[in-house]
């Protein structure tokens, strides 16, 4: 299979409900996530769009 030469600006996008209750679960799960990512990319460090607040994927020009 070739390879694919597409380049993306992030690994992953990390999309989830905002709830004020479940933010610090969230933010270990995508530091755990980082961390698996790293290992699988052969510490390469990884990007992965996530934020606490609403619509920024809009703010940062992302496709929806």
């Known amino acids: 299979m070739p390879a694919d030469t597409h380049e993306y600006e992030y690994d992953v996008f990390f999309s989830y409900p905002r709830d004020t209750s479940t933010q610090e679960w969230i933010a270990k799960?995508?530091?755990?996530l980082s961390y698996w990512l790293r290992l699988e990319l052969a510490d390469r460090d990884s990007k992965i769009f996530w934020t606490t607040t609403g619509l920024m994927w809009?703010?940062?020009g992302l496709p929806h």
């Open 58 to 60: 809009a703010i940062a």
């Open 29 to 32: 799960v995508v530091n755990t």
